[in-house]
């Protein structure tokens, strides 16, 4: 059996998505912005897909909705851009608020303003991996021009107090930026009630295309050009568009938040169960049980298991999962939320995350049950300090 339990770093295609994208790779393949009939003739295509997008997020009409190649892109436009209109012009106002649980797009982005004169506060995560809207306010100083929390973390699931913050921000004056990559799909995002000046996501995330993303920018709110070049996008963002990507994502984003209540029943219970399953074997520690988390991730600790052995096996019997951020997979480092919730340094290497989709079947849950137990216990059973650790518990 394959069984792929690692829908936060990708997900497939909606099988819908991928036939209503075929048409704009054969016959309707014109640029949208040439005039002939070739190109014209996508439009309609085009602004479907758009306002797709802004009724499945409930967008106002006259905010916009910009097109990226992905979210790391957005999240990058969003925090350089601020840099460029508020922090270089006033630097009396050079202050971010931020957790230190953020995905690298936004780490590192903040690293490097920071290397540039920005000066960045991290809060740290609770032993929950939590983030409180208190903690977030406590951090928030007379300098602060913005304030970026992710929705939900792509590791443990666990939803950040977005409402809370983002009303705490507007009432200071201070802009409110949001990493919604892994929210999308699984929490309810309604950009008319809640008041967010910037969103970003990745289609691929939701059952969308690969390579293609958006950023949400409220009326007012407008930011430089990174990307200078045509006139696509109102001059917000040029490079020609991609129209069958943004056909994907529109289907795709629609469909998803469409099956919303599908996540939080059918999918919630298949992630329950996995949970409760793999948490009857002996010291284990399930990350973010404590907070309220999305309905298909399970960040789950093993001690004396090394994660990347775990890994091993689970792909042995078919099944993929992972230890932590793709984007992180390719450096053997502790798993940053394990370091961050300030855990036993022992268990930063023993995390595995398994994450589902609406596609995830229950029988693939049960299989994973079954191989993921024998794993845990034959990896045990060769692990020179767990009978050590098992004792100082
Ligand atoms: N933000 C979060 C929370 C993510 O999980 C990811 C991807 O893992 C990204 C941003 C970046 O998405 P992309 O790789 O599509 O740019």
């Not at 209109?85 to 903040?110: D, F, M, W, Y």
């Not at 990174?226 to 490079?239: D, F, I, N, T, Y």
């Not at 093993?302 to 999962?321: Q, S, T, Y």
């Not at 992180?328 to 300030?342: R, T, W, Y």
Request: glycine share 8%; hydrophobic share 40%.
């Amino acid at each position: 059996m394959r069984v792929y339990l690692d829908n936060n770093a990708t997900t497939k295609i909606d099988p819908l998505a991928k036939v209503k994208m075929q048409p704009f790779f054969e016959e309707l393949y014109g640029n949208p912005n040439s005039l002939h009939k070739f190109g014209m003739e996508v439009r309609p295509y085009l602004n479907e897909a758009m306002g797709a997008m802004y009724d499945a997020l409930n967008i106002p009409d006259e905010d916009d909705l910009l097109i990226t190649s992905c979210a790391t892109e957005s999240n990058n436009a969003v925090l350089k851009g601020i840099f460029f209109k508020h922090i270089l012009p006033n630097p009396a106002k050079n202050h971010i608020v931020t957790t230190a649980v953020e995905h690298p797009s936004i780490g590192e982005t903040l690293h490097f303003l920071a290397e540039n004169g920005v000066e960045v506060s991290f809060v740290d995560v609770d032993e929950r991996g939590y983030v409180s809207a208190e903690a977030i306010q406590a951090a928030i100083t007379e300098r602060t021009v913005l304030v970026s929390m992710m929705w939900a973390n792509n590791e443990t699931g666990v939803i950040f107090p977005i409402e809370e913050v983002a009303l705490t921000c507007k009432e200071k004056g201070i802009l409110f930026h949001t990493d919604a990559v892994q929210a999308i799909g699984k929490v309810k995002v309604d950009l008319s009630a809640t008041p967010i000046d910037y969103l970003t996501f990745s289609a691929h995330k939701f059952h969308g295309p690969k390579g293609i993303g958006a950023l949400y920018v409220k009326k007012g709110r407008e930011l430089p050009n990174l990307l200078h070049g045509g006139e696509q996008m109102g001059g917000k963002r040029a490079g020609t568009l991609n129209v069958a990507y943004i056909i994907g994502m529109g289907l795709a984003l629609k469909q998803s938040v469409g099956h919303l209540e599908q996540m939080n029943a059918e999918v919630r219970r298949l992630r329950d169960k996995l949970e409760a399953a793999l948490a009857k074997i002996p010291d284990t520690i399930v990350v973010g049980r404590g907070a309220p988390r999305t309905p298909n991730t399970l960040l789950i600790s093993l001690r004396g298991i090394e994660g990347e052995a775990m890994l091993w096996d689970l792909n042995k019997a078919g099944i993929a999962a992972s230890t932590g951020s793709a984007c992180a997979s390719e450096s053997l480092e502790a798993n940053p939320i394990m370091s961050a919730i300030g855990e036993d340094p022992e268990l930063a290497h023993t995390a595995i995350r398994l994450s589902l989709s609406r596609f995830t079947t229950e029988a693939e849950i049960d299989y994973t049950i079954t191989a993921f137990t024998k794993a845990a216990e034959r990896l045990r059973s060769i692990s020179s300090t767990y009978g050590y650790k098992a004792e100082a518990l």
